[in-house]
């Protein structure tokens, strides 16, 4: 089995397996305690904390160790808005952060405070002058993303801490997906990540403050790691994430670029292999071992469960795999087609071979996927995926009430991909310049619908209120 997930979880690094074991036998002691057992753990949390530190790029009495990602981002957004309070209640957050971010913003609007949106364009990318213009006065703390975990576009950290600083406006990063690449750049206030991102064990996190910071620690007061991380420290976990930060920063730049070059070879070979697909995110400014694409006319929970007979694990932000039945709302923010999509991540060391083997299997796996469904078999259009890319990634527009259609299609209580592909079959049966409705519930048809439009050189027209659903309007162009 060829595991092409590591934007999940990364592989224990073989570092981090060597100093997890080593730390068993002289880190179980309580580090808190001064005789010769509590020294000693005291000796292995301070080297780690140190390690940490100097891989991040902060103090080690700005680091504390959380017991996840998630906890050191959920401890660093409450104690930045709580320190900050006087200041006022307003939290800026990209659209397409992690969603331990997104949950920490609502539980802050349920609290009463206020949360902006910074919106992203195509490739997931912001713009900082999009950033500068939600710094409101009342702007207690923003959140941004080192890089997309879904698509791997980078963000313009340092160039929105600027804007931060110069607002008087901590920002948070969550790095969580590029530290094992190398430091963050720009001068943040905030930083977390997680150890299972890199190697280290899961149940690691760490979270960094600088100093300066106004931050007030929420929930009852504990003594351990500066009164922000509360609980007994997992000493022997905390070493062998630190230890396994160390080792991939290490090796960072010779790795990143190896596993750029395989990257790239999906990148190119994926859209000649496979027709109809769309390769989303940023094709320059993104981590080197991740790529995402969406494969028109499929049902991505079924195509990954044939990439996993295959002998391949990947990933999938489609709504086709969501117990929920929505897209993924990164995918739903950038405006890019969500049926079918695959993320592959690529773990260090990751041989060649493999993904060759990958790009062999994966067209089989989507043309039974499609003829399962009974997809219609047009050829791909010259243009499609380049179109997808220029497009401005506008899909929430509303049809003029004056546009009458030639035909309607009932797709209500059917999911994706179904509704677009009988859209795919009758379009042919009008004329050229009149419309199509399609009458749907699914929430991914108001991404999927204009993505289809652009892969197929037609007019997606837009969407009006349906006794039941939407009703989306397609014309007719070619």
């Given at each position: ?198 190697g280290g064990p899961p149940g ?25 991380s509360p609980g007994f420290e ?98 739903r923010a950038m405006g890019v ?142």
């Amino acid at each position: 089995m060829v595991y092409f997930d590591s934007a999940s979880s990364a592989p224990l690094h073989p570092v981090a397996r060597q100093a997890l074991t080593a730390s068993l036998d002289e880190g179980w002691a309580d580090p808190a305690r001064l005789y010769r057992e509590g020294r000693r753990a005291r000796l292995l949390l301070d080297a780690a904390r140190e390690a940490a530190a100097e891989a991040v790029g902060c103090r080690a009495d700005e680091l504390v160790f959380t017991s996840s990602g998630t906890r050191a981002v959920h401890s660093g957004i409450a104690g930045a808005l709580a320190g900050r309070r006087r200041t006022g209640r307003h939290l800026v957050v990209s659209a397409v952060e992690h969603s331990s971010v997104l949950h920490a913003a609502e539980t802050h609007r349920a609290g009463g405070g206020t949360v902006g949106e910074v919106g992203v364009d195509r490739t997931g990318r912001v713009d900082p002058e999009a950033y500068r213009a939600a710094l409101r006065p009342d702007a207690a703390l923003a959140c941004l993303q080192s890089a997309n975990h879904e698509v791997g576009t980078e963000q313009p950290v340092a160039e929105v801490a600027r804007l931060c600083t110069e607002a008087g406006v901590p920002l948070l990063v969550d790095a969580a997906q590029s530290l094992a690449w190398g430091r963050v750049a720009g001068d943040w206030s905030l930083l977390a990540a997680s150890a299972h991102k890199w190697g280290g064990p899961p149940g690691v996190g760490l979270l960094a403050v600088r100093k300066g910071v106004r931050f007030a620690p929420q929930g009852p007061a504990d003594e351990r790691e500066s009164g922000r991380s509360p609980g007994f420290e997992n000493i022997p976990a905390i070493v062998a994430a630190a230890a396994a930060l160390r080792a991939v920063q290490q090796d960072a730049t010779d790795e990143a670029e190896r596993l750029r070059s395989l990257v790239d070879r999906i990148r190119g070979r994926v859209p000649e292999l496979v027709p109809d697909v769309e390769v989303v995110g940023d094709p320059v400014r993104r981590l080197p071992h991740l790529v995402t694409f969406s494969c028109l006319y499929v049902d991505g929970e079924t195509l990954l469960h044939e990439l996993d007979r295959a002998g391949f694990s990947v990933n999938s932000g489609s709504s086709c795999t969501s117990s929920t039945l929505t897209p993924s709302h990164v995918l739903r923010a950038m405006g890019v087609l969500s049926e079918g999509n695959v993320r592959v991540s690529l773990p260090l060391g990751t041989a060649e071979e493999d993904v060759e083997r990958f790009l062999a299997v994966l067209p089989d796996a989507v043309r039974g996927v499609r003829e399962r469904l009974g997809a219609p078999a047009d050829a791909p259009t010259e243009a499609a995926g380049a179109a997808a890319a220029a497009a401005d990634g506008s899909t929430g527009n509303t049809a003029e009430r004056g546009e009458q259609p030639a035909l309607t299609v009932d797709s209500l209580g059917k999911r994706c991909p179904v509704p677009v592909i009988e859209l795919a079959r009758v379009i042919g049966d009008v004329g050229i310049g009149e419309i199509v409705e399609v009458l749907s519930d699914d929430e991914a048809a108001r991404l999927d619908f204009p993505a289809w439009c652009q892969m197929r050189d037609q007019e997606y027209v837009g969407e009006r209120p349906a006794p039941r659903g939407t009703a989306y309007l397609v014309r007719r162009r070619t």
